[in-house]
């Protein structure tokens, strides 16, 4: 199966700094890679998500980069603010199954 | 439009006892998942299925059964709880495999 490594584990910023988290996949048949975002308590909420066609995606302060010869993608995270501490996950897949990162818990210091 | 409804919230077991984690979806989704969360640890894949009458195993099927009678409904069953059962248990929905709702999860405890 499919091997998702996630780093770094904790990240602390500084408000208004930005964040990159880092993940590399094993099976280079894994088509599509979303992000969820999990608050302390809640549920994890898909915040992006990009297919293997596509090399870059962005929503407002949120983007996803993809490079397919490294297997490797990463969620970039701009003018941080409080409220995007939490937990981010991500995950790769090619079929029903997703393959979780293990979670990297970023903290925006006020 | 509810999404994702799990029910309970929280629940002591003690060992050797059964359960049963319920999952429900409003949405019309083919595709559900059950995931365990460990603290500290990623989302690990218990069982999922495609569609009504259909069913399959994921990372860390042991100890644990699913059926699946109607697009809604996707129970999870704990038969003898263990200690390593200790965990969040999330259910999950898609339409077509991609873009996950999650259920608010279960917190369960197996003392």
């Known amino acids: 199966g499919e091997n998702v490594e996630q780093h770094p584990s904790t990240l602390s910023v500084q408000e208004g700094d930005s964040a990159v988290i880092k993940c590399t996949y094993s099976?280079?048949?894994?088509?599509?890679f979303p992000w969820y975002k999990q608050e302390l308590g809640k549920r994890p909420q898909l915040i992006i998500d990009?297919?293997?066609?596509?090399g870059e995606k962005k929503d407002q302060r949120i983007a996803v980069t993809l490079n397919k010869t490294a297997k490797h993608f990463s969620l970039h995270i701009t003018e941080t603010q409080p409220e995007d501490s939490a937990v981010y996950f991500c995950a790769a897949t090619q079929s029903e199954q997703f393959y979780f990162g293990t979670g990297t818990s970023l903290t925006v210091i006020p | 439009n509810a999404g994702v409804t799990q029910t309970p919230k929280f629940r002591i077991l003690k060992i050797g006892q059964s359960m049963t984690l319920q999952c429900t979806q409003d949405m019309n989704h083919n595709y559900m998942y059950w995931y365990r969360q460990d603290p500290g640890m990623g989302l690990k894949l218990i069982y999922y299925?495609?569609?009504?009458?259909?069913?399959d195993k994921g990372e860390v099927p042991n100890g644990y059964n699913v059926s699946r009678s109607t697009t809604e409904d996707f129970p999870l069953r704990l038969e003898l709880a263990a200690p390593s059962q200790t965990s969040v248990y999330f259910c999950?929905?898609?339409?077509?495999?991609?873009?996950?709702?999650f259920g608010s999860g279960t917190r369960l405890t197996v003392v």
């Open positions: 999950a929905s898609s339409y077509s495999g991609e873009g996950y709702t």
């Open positions: 990009i297919r293997s066609n596509v």
């Open positions: 299925s495609v569609g009504a009458g259909i069913t």
């Open positions: 099976d280079s048949a894994s088509n599509y």
